[in-house]
Structures are given as structure tokens and as C-alpha cells.
């Protein structure tokens, strides 16, 4: 019976450091680069070669670890992907006239992905580590 509890308490302690620390960092890293695949598989869907020609400029995604649970995807730079979002008014910067485009949704469309996925991402992480444990 000892050497039962024994073993349930190992495996419980090495359960905990799975899920915290550096451990968790990983797991957290990995989701982080599944959800950056989707958010580029949407950008590739809408803008192949993710460039702004006239901007000059190569959209990406920037990702950010706040946290050993928490990690920021933030669209890079900012402006292009916005007019890719949402679109843009009809304006004039002295030099430049611009009429409005139509947005295609692409970074919305990315994120409700994401968001969709996650949950089944991070369950499988988990389920992983239980496998390996138990």
C-alpha cells in the first residue's frame, strides 16, 4: 500500500513540474507556433508573398511570451495588416491620393481560427503529458 502512494505521489510531483516553468514555457511555445502557422496559412490565403508592394513592406507576426501561461501574437507592422482587415478610406497626404479598398477579414478570420483551435491544442498537450506519466 506505501509503495502504491509512493509512486501516485512521484508521479504527481513530476505531473506539477510538467505543467509549470519551464515545461509549461514549452507547451505554451508550441501552441504559440501552431497558432502563428494559422495566422500565416490566413495571410498566405489572402496576400501571397506577404508583401505590401507599395508599402515596401513583408507582413508577419510577431510573437511575444508574457508569461510561462501567456504569450501576445501581434500582427507586424501594424498599419498593412489593419488595411488588410478593415480596408482603407479614400484620403491624400500631399503628395499621394489613395482611394478605399475593401478589407478581407484576414487577421479576424485568423484569430477566430486560432481561437478555435487552441483549446484542442492545449488539451492535447496535456493529454500528452499525462501519457507520458501515467
Known sequence: ???DLDA???KLEQLAD????GSLRRLNGDVAQQATRDIYAELDADLPGRRF???GVVLSVDVQATGDDTT??????EAPWKVLDVGRSPGSNGRVSWGATRGRGTWQSASDRVAAETPQRVDQQVRDILGRIY
Open 8 to 10: 501516485m505521489a512521484a
Open 18 to 21: 510538467s505543467l509549470q516553468g
Open 53 to 55: 508592394t507599395n508599402w
Open 72 to 77: 501576445r501574437l501581434i500582427p507586424t507592422p
Open 1 to 3: 500500500m506505501a509503495d
